[in-house]
Structure formats: structure tokens, C-alpha cells
């Protein structure tokens, strides 16, 4: 069937990594094995502003960057592959966390000199709670960095994962002779720029030639350790997110990309059934479904109007179509509806599970919500909150204006650009964020939507904790562990530090804190 043979096809996933291991880099010669650029650099121009072919919001333009993540789609081998980019740099949003409830697989990326970075932390621990799979790329070979068994264990313990290494670094920097690649058994020569030769361990000359080499020598027995005490593979395992395989390479130099890309395809799954509020949905459900996992607003500032990113979960999508918005069972003709490859947009006319399509939303669409063609009236599994970092009081400028302030603040929160907190014993108004650019870009949208100037006052970087009960003895907090409320009225303590929420948890055993992270859909 037609529409079994499209699922199978599809491979949607995200890259992850901490700013500057390589994503870009990474995710330029996926796009070039693909024929979406033709040369390097195409990509990489967006840091200097060549790539700037949107008109999005102002904000964006002034700081060169991407406000939300873009989708890219292309044809390879026999796949169909949907890469979903989340943002890095100052970027970094909410929006990079919802884009992982989309995807069906992850590439984690590691700079082999720096190892496992913060940002990666953040990103990992979302896709364990979301029980994703997870392929690592450790990059930057061709540059001295740890020690590969290091790197491993690093792996192991700061993330809370096993790994299985699919291939092995021969050597590394300027003694970096190429990978050995476990599964075939077949080493593949690092020549730089670029070129790789694929040796054959029955290969006799190569034999003479590689397994002399003292830096092989060396190697051997690290691959003898990996093969007896290292994790057994299991394909089940990767794909519950328990055991993640392991590539190296270089990305700049192109080397051991394909291998690491080829096999990924192979072994990342294709769109499965997904939870709902009757249960599971297959994917090849006759009807068309999907949810709404981000609305950019303000696309084209001179429209105001929004693009809502949609997940399709079942069935197939066809413009035009008729569906359901569940929650309101509203009915809508979805005539516009747009795909995005690389930078452009354009007009889609089908699409398969797997598949982000963008709907023409006017004001009617919220995160999470579900779309579907069908007479069932099912809700895909809503959400998650994910943890703010940032905090900052905000008030009204001129307080005159305080209703159009408020209806903004409503109506943004309930969008998912920003999360709402009040003050436990004064109501005021408290905004958190993931990042510096979420209250970037709630400001600005509070000036031009809605006009209204805000006053920020910084809070800080904070440490959020739930507390399981509805009640607390209010005396136990104070401004440096802040008890706020959040917007479905749970009890929330912003701890100042890692420090200061030990101390309390020391002192306060009966009381239950909740890291959002560590658990799914808390009392949702
Ligand atoms: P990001 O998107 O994750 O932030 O990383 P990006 O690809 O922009 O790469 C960050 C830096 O690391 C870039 O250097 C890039 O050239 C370099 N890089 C990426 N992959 C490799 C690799 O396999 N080996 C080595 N040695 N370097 C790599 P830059 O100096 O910041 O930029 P550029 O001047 O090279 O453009």
C-alpha cells in the first residue's frame, strides 16, 4: 500500500549538540549527499547574514538569526528524510525543546576535545523523558581531543545512557589514520580533504601496510577491550533510547559522514504509533492527523499573520482537505499549507506521517493541539512543561495600559512563547524562559501587538522545583528560594542554586520537590 511504503520512507530527526561542535558543519553534508546545496559553505553563510532570505520578524534580523527552527526535507537512497533544526546560540528557546516532541529519532553531536557540554545535557535529558532514540556522532577527529574510551564512559555517566561504539578512531589529530568500522569489518583511511578509501581487512597489502602501524598497535588492544567488556548491540535497545550507537568522524572533513548517515537511515525508525487520549494511533490510520508542536508568529510582519508547524502522526494530508481542530471541533478547510526545504517555502499538496507541514493559523491554533480528518474526536498526548532557567519580574510601563498588558501576557503564555508564574504572596507577574530570547521576543511582540511598553526586573538564573502538594508553609521561602504559583496554580520554589535546593531538600524532607525534567506530564 501506498501509504505504508511512504511511513517506512520517512526518517524525521533532530540534530542536537552544544554550540560549536559541528552541527552546522554536520548538517551542510547531509544536505549535500542529498542535493539539496551544491557547494560547502552554503549553510555556514547564515552566520554572516547570507542566508537571509526571510522577511521574518524584525528582532530576527537584527540579530541575524533564526527565531524558530526551519525543517528540511529531501529524498535520499530510499528515504525520505525530514531534518528539524533546533536552536542553538542565543536562540535557544522553548521552541528547541517542543521540537523534539516531533521528531522520531535524534543525532546527538560531541566535539571530541570539549566531550559532553551543557547544552547537550539539557537537549539529552528531554529526549530520555520522551524515551526518543539517540544516534551519537562524536566529531572533530582531526583535532587531538580525549581519549575515545574516555569520551565513552563520559557518555555513560554524565548522560545516563550505554552506547555501543559502531566504528573506532585509529589514532587522532595529526596521527589520525581513520576508522575501523565494527560491523563490516573494514577500515576506512583517513587521507584528509575530504577522501576516504575503504581497506578491506583481507586486504593484503593493507595488512602489511595499517597493522604494522604503531598507532594501530596501540589501538588493538582498546578494540579487543570494547569487544569483551563493551555492550552488546541491541537494535531494541536503540530504539527504546536505552543504548546509543556511537560513530566518529570528522564533519569538515567529510570523513566517516555517509557511513555514520547510511547507517543511521538503516537503524533510526520510521514514524510509530503515537499516544493519544484513546490510546495509540498508527500511523497508517486511514484518517489524517497531526498536532501542532510551535507557532511562529509574525512570518511576514505585514500580514501578521502565523504559520502553526504541524506534525502529521497519521494518515495522509492532502491541501485542501477538511479537518477538525479537536478542541474547539472547529471545522477548517486547510487550503494553505506550506513545506519547507532548506530556506524556501512552498505550497505542499500531500505529505505522510513523519512530515511538518506549516498551516496558515489566524489566531486559532495552540501548542498541542490536534488536527484531524476523521469523525474521531481524539487529542494527542498534550505537551510537556519543560523548565524555565531564566526569570524575570515584569510590570507595565505606563500602568494605564494594564489591561492590554494583561490580555498580551494571556495570550502569549497561552501560545507557549513564554511560561507565566505570580508571586506566591504578592501576585506579581513572573515570566520564565529556557532563553534570553524568548523575553527578547515578548517584549517586542508586547510593543508591537499589543502596545504596550514592559519593565523587566531580572531574577536570574534559577533552579525550579514543583512541590507535589497543594499546600506548603509559606514562611519556609524567601527571595532567594521564591514560591510562585504556576499558571494551573501548582506550587513552584525557584531555588537560587544548585546549592541552596540541596540545603533545602536537607532540611525539608517531607516536602516532595519535582524536577520537570526527570518526569513526564507531571499531574498534566
Ligand atoms: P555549530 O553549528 O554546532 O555551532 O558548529 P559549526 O558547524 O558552526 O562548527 C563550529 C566550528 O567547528 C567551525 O569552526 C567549524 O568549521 C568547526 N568544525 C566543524 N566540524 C569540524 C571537524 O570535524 N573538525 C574540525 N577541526 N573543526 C570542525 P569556526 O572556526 O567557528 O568557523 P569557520 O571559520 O571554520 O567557518
Redesign the pocket.
Known amino acids: 500500500m501506498n501509504l505504508e511504503h511512504e511511513i517506512n520512507k520517512r526518517r524525521t530527526f533532530a540534530i542536537i ?12 553534508k547531509l544536505l549535500l549527499f542529498g542535493n539539496i546545496i551544491r557547494n560547502a559553505g552554503t549553510v ?1 553563510g547564515k ?1 554572516s547574514g547570507k542566508f537571509a532570505t526571510s522577511d521574518w520578524m524584525e528582532i530576527e534580523k537584527k540579530r541575524g538569526i533564526s527565531v524558530t527552527s526551519s525543517v528540511m526535507s529531501f529524498p535520499y537512497d530510499n528515504y525520505y528524510v525530514n531534518i528539524l533544526d533546533t536552536p ?2 542565543e536562540d535557544f528557546s522553548e521552541d528547541t525543546y517542543r521540537t523534539l516532541t516531533a521528531v522520531d529519532s535524534v543525532v546527538m ?1 560531541i ?1 571530541a576535545t570539549k566531550g559532553v557540554e551543557p547544552q547537550t545535557i539539557k537537549l539529552f535529558k528531554v529526549c530520555r523523558m520522551r524515551g526518543i532514540p539517540i544516534f551519537t556522532f562524536i ?5 587531538e581531543g580525549k581519549e575515545p574510551l574516555d569520551l565513552l564512559s563520559e557518555i555513560e555517566e554524565v548522560l545516563g545512557i550505554e552506547s555501543y561504539p559502531m566504528n573506532w578512531p585509529i589514532g587522532m589529530g595529526k596521527r589520525f589514520l581513520g576508522l575501523y568500522d565494527r560491523y563490516s569489518k573494514q577500515f576506512i583511511q583517513y587521507k584528509g580533504n575530504e577522501e576516504e578509501a575503504i581497506l578491506s581487512f583481507d586486504d593484503k597489502a593493507y595488512v602489511e601496510d595499517i597493522k604494522n602501524h604503531p598507532t594501530f598497535k596501540e589501538t588493538e588492544e582498546e578494540l579487543e577491550l570494547i569487544n569483551q567488556a563493551g555492550n552488546e548491540f541491541s537494535i531494541d535497545a536503540v530504539q527504546k533510547g536505552e543504548l546509543t550507537p556511537v560513530f566518529f ?5 567529510n ?1 566517516g559522514v555517509q557511513t555514520f548517515f547510511d547507517t543511521f537511515l538503516q537503524f533510526a525508525s520510521p514514524p510509530k504509533p503515537r499516544k493519544t487520549n484513546e490510546g495509540y494511533v498508527n500511523p497508517n490510520h486511514p484518517d489524517f492527523s497531526g498536532f501542532v508542536f510551535k507557532i511562529q508568529a509574525n512570518m511576514n510582519p505585514a500580514h501578521r499573520d502565523r504559520i502553526a508547524f504541524l506534525r502529521v502522526c497519521s494518515g495522509q494530508f492532502e491541501r485542501g482537505a477538511s479537518v477538525t481542530l479537536t478542541r474547539t471541533q472547529k471545522k477548517i478547510k486547510l487550503a494553505q499549507s506550506q513545506q519547507f526545504l532548506a530556506s524556501d517555502r512552498e505550497t505542499v499538496e500531500v505529505a505522510y506521517p513523519g512530515d511538518i507541514i506549516g498551516i496558515y493559523d489566524p489566531n486559532q491554533y495552540q501548542i498541542g493541539d490536534t488536527i484531524t480528518g476523521g469523525a474521531d474526536m481524539f487529542v494527542y498526548e498534550e505537551l510537556p512543561q519543560f523548565p524555565p532557567e531564566l526569570f524575570k519580574k515584569v510590570t507595565v510601563k505606563n500602568v494605564m495600559k494594564s489591561k492590554q498588558f494583561k490580555k498580551g501576557i494571556e495570550q502569549l503564555v497561552q501560545e507557549g512563547a513564554i511560561q507565566l508564574f505570580r508571586q506566591y504572596t504578592t501576585d506579581e507577574y513572573i515570566l520564565g524562559a529556557v532563553g534570553q530570547l524568548q523575553f527578547d521576543v515578548f517584549e517586542y511582540r508586547m510593543k508591537a501587538e499589543y502596545n504596550v511598553e514592559v519593565v523587566f526586573q531580572i531574577l536570574g538564573d534559577r533552579v525550579p522545583r514543583w512541590i507535589a502538594t497543594d499546600k506548603v508553609d509559606a514562611r519556609l521561602f524567601d527571595s532567594r528560594n521564591l514560591l510562585v504559583k504556576d499558571r494551573h496554580e501548582r506550587l513552584v520554589v525557584l531555588f537560587e542554586n544548585d546549592f541552596a535546593l540541596r540545603w533545602f531538600q536537607d532540611k525539608q524532607k517531607d516536602i516532595q520537590l519535582i524536577d520537570l525534567f526527570e518526569i513526564n506530564n507531571y499531574k498534566n
Open positions: 549538540s552544544h554550540p560549536d561542535a559541528g552541527k552546522t558543519t554536520l548538517t551542510e555556514k552566520k542553538g546560540h553531536i566535539d566529531n572533530k577527529l582531526d583535532r568522524g570528522s564533519a569538515i572533513s570523513f
